[in-house]
């Protein structure tokens, strides 16, 4: 039943980026329109505004019927928007469910071993769900300039000497892991609590 509900949400997600995506592309082609042309792609605009009103209130309405808690949750971190609340929920079921290490690698987080043979690699992240990493990736960004505990445990890594991408993707993982734990806990953001997960890289 929880899992006929997260791919309805799934697909209005993915409905959601398509019609945002056809709003990109309209609106760079009425840079370079005609009169003409720009009152067709205004008419579209004005269209595909209308669908995504529409969608995002089904997607909300989704949420509280079904995904209420989690949504509560997630929403009470600094950095943590509706669209990584959205893709969080329909995208990465096992939230709360792996730990850190599992849940960084799934996302594609996580630093992997690229060796071969008696060649040793740089470590470095690739694989995993490109979508959600993405919303992750912003959500940190946003956390390391508003959510006290990321920027504190980002500019400590830099004066580490951590170059910025290292630090940038570390973010990216505390914050996965400071997530994971709260929905597995069923608990709300905790400042003090979530300082101290966040001492360790």
Not at 45 to 73: P, S, T, Y
Not at 105 to 118: M, Y
Request: with cysteine; glycine share 6%; aromatic share 2%.
């Amino acid at each position: 039943m929880v899992e006929a509900k997260r791919q309805e949400l799934a697909e209005l997600m993915t409905r959601r980026r398509q019609l945002v995506d056809m709003r990109v592309a309209e609106h760079n082609r009425l840079e370079h329109a005609g009169k003409s042309a720009a009152r067709s792609i205004a008419s579209v605009l004005k269209l595909l505004d209308k669908q995504l009103a529409a969608i995002d209130a089904q997607i909300d309405d989704h949420m509280d019927r079904h995904f209420k808690v989690q949504r509560e949750l997630l929403d009470s971190v600094k950095g943590v928007g509706p669209v990584t609340i959205l893709t969080l929920t329909a995208a990465l079921p096992e939230l709360g469910q792996l730990g850190r290490r599992q849940i960084a690698k799934l996302v594609g987080v996580a630093p992997l071993a690229d060796d071969s043979g008696n060649r040793r690699g740089k470590r470095r992240i690739w694989g995993g769900r490109a979508n959600v990493r993405a919303v992750v990736y912003m959500a940190a960004i946003v956390a390391m300039q508003h959510n006290p505990v990321i920027r504190e445990f980002y500019e400590r890594l830099l004066q580490a000497g951590k170059p910025k991408k290292v630090a940038i993707v570390a973010c990216m993982r505390k914050l996965l892991t400071i997530v994971n734990a709260m929905l597995r806990d069923q608990s709300m953001w905790d400042a003090t609590r979530h300082l101290n997960l966040a001492s360790g890289a």
